[in-house]
């Protein structure tokens, strides 16, 4: 595509030319700027590469551009250019730039060539310029709520102290969170399909922070878990919906590092909630519902005001299926079912850190709750510093060898535990799990997103975020239950045989199960 229409070498997500849509920046060099777009003739993903009317004028940078698309057409496995162009001039041009269109979007070619080369040894930071616009904007909504997370990791305290309740009824009143969360993901992911997704997260984000801060009104037991039931609905119903944009704007090369961020922004909010939320809950518990609250409402907020800027396509803005071929719904596509039951066992190895490990190191170890508060921050620490790089580094990696690594790692980490009798033994494997998580979690969501059809991408994310919430749910009680019954040796053991089995799942998700056809339900 030659344009005379980008003197400043920028185009937005949405701009169409042609028969083609502009869904996100891919680089740009010398020559021009390359972008992921959507050809929706064919209805598949292409790269384009845009150049100014002033370097389309320049015979010598045409040449550049032809001896480019030249090489990479000429790349095995690579098709040849189809000629979609009429004038004889244009005709030439667009059918080698196409070449390169057709090159990138075939995932060999320009991770292989010189260009590649130089964007790879780039600082990763600042390769995250390259993210669309919204998933930065996505990114600080989410630290801003995350910030003010402070009701959940005190909310069985408060059940006991503020409300008098029986340590039993507390943990009732967390079992209806998790069961809160659990309707809220595949029910916003339908709802993110026939509406705007983005709206569904402004919704949740602003009516979850004001459930929150109307909990404390709940005087008896019901009272407080129906409350809690309907926060959990409300104000976790901006995950698949979030995932879905994400998914969606985002090219396959750029998943891992969007969703790594995302991450980012998570851990650094949730680094700050918990601190400040047991720093207020000394003085007044009930702070701690206005403040989550009142986050949440801001996350909302910030949504709103910067959805312009955020410049997302049409589809996102107005609806996923819009426009869009009717698919076989998710609970009838066999093999994303097979993803979602190969990734549960490794997420429930994973959540042993909230269930089995926690009664593991501080009752059998003796060492005391600062310390395993200690450990875990670890974890933080090394999410906040490693998640980001690696996943950007390890972008093009297939999401097999990912996977299987970072379960392999988790396995191994929780693993050891069996043969851990000091602190600094137990750090060393929360530092081992850690690798494994940063590998792991990335994928798993990049895997999903591609996995999902577009029109139903919604729907997708929200059962696995439904995967996601079943294995907090069973895996750390499951995890005390093999402790208490069987003692550490079976529990970690099972961790780590467990792990490398749900890695090998994992590793042939797109080879084991061969590809259905999509129907229309």
């Not at 059918?95 to 090159?103: C, G, K, P």
């Not at 989410?142 to 959940?152: D, F, H």
Request: hydrophobic fraction near 50%; include cysteine.
């Amino acid at each position: 595509m030659i344009s005379d229409r980008l003197p400043t070498m920028t185009l937005s997500p949405g701009t169409k030319h042609g028969p083609y849509e502009i869904l996100a920046p891919l680089g740009a060099g010398g020559m021009g700027e390359v972008y992921r777009a959507r050809d929706t003739r064919l209805r598949r993903e292409v790269a384009i590469k845009a150049l100014p009317a002033a370097l389309a004028a320049d015979p010598e940078r045409l040449a550049r551009l032809e001896r480019e698309a030249r090489l990479l057409a000429a790349q095995p496995r690579v098709p040849r250019p189809v000629d979609l162009s009429h004038s004889p001039r244009a005709q030439r041009r667009e059918d080698l730039v196409r070449a390169v269109f057709r090159a990138g979007s075939e995932g060999h070619s320009f991770r292989d060539s010189a260009v590649g080369r130089h964007h790879r040894s780039m600082n990763l930071w600042k390769s995250l310029r390259g993210l669309p616009k919204a998933v930065w904007v996505l990114s600080g909504a989410l630290l801003v709520n995350r910030a003010g997370s402070m009701i959940l990791p005190f909310l069985v305290l408060y059940a006991t102290r503020e409300r008098g309740f029986s340590p039993e009824q507390a943990g009732l009143v967390v079992t209806f969170f998790g069961l809160g969360t659990m309707l809220a993901s595949p029910l916003a992911g339908r709802l993110a399909d026939r509406f705007s997704p983005l709206v569904i997260m402004q919704t949740s984000l602003i009516a979850g922070g004001v459930a929150a801060t109307a909990l404390p009104l709940a005087k008896s037991f019901a009272a407080l878990a129906a409350g809690i039931f309907v926060w959990a609905v409300l104000s976790e119903s901006y995950r698949a919906p979030g995932l879905a944009i994400i998914g969606e704007i985002t090219s396959a090369e750029q998943r891992k590092p969007a969703f790594a961020l995302v991450r980012l922004a998570v851990n650094l909010g949730l680094s700050i909630g918990p601190v400040a939320g047991g720093l207020l809950a000394e003085r007044s518990f009930r702070a701690l519902f206005v403040v989550d609250g009142t986050t949440s409402v801001l996350a909302g907020i910030v949504l709103i005001a910067l959805a312009k800027r955020m410049a997302l396509p049409s589809r996102i803005a107005r609806s996923l299926a819009a426009g869009a071929p009717p698919v076989r719904a998710a609970l009838r596509d066999r093999r994303y079912l097979y993803f979602l039951a190969a990734m549960v066992p490794v997420l429930a190895v994973f959540f042993q850190s909230f269930g089995g490990m926690a009664l593991y190191v501080v009752r059998d170890l003796g060492t005391s709750t600062t310390v395993y508060g200690l450990l875990l921050a670890i974890n933080t620490v090394l999410i906040v510093l490693l998640d980001v790089p690696v996943n950007a580094a390890t972008a093009t990696w297939p999401h097999g060898r990912a996977l299987f690594l970072g379960c392999a790692l988790v396995g191994i980490g929780f693993g050891a535990l069996a043969f851990a009798r000091t602190v600094p033994a137990v750090a060393a494997t929360v530092v081992v799990w850690t690798f494994g998580e940063i590998f792991t979690f990335a994928s798993l969501n990049a895997l999903a997103a591609e996995l999902a059809p577009d029109s139903r991408r919604g729907e997708y994310m929200g059962l696995f975020q439904m995967a996601f919430s079943a294995s907090f749910l069973a895996g750390p009680a499951l995890g005390v239950f093999v402790l208490e019954r069987f003692g550490p040796a079976a529990l970690w053991g099972g961790c780590f045989v467990v792990a490398l089995f749900s890695g090998a799942l994992l590793a042939r998700v797109q080879t084991r199960v061969p590809e259905l056809a999509r129907e229309p339900t």
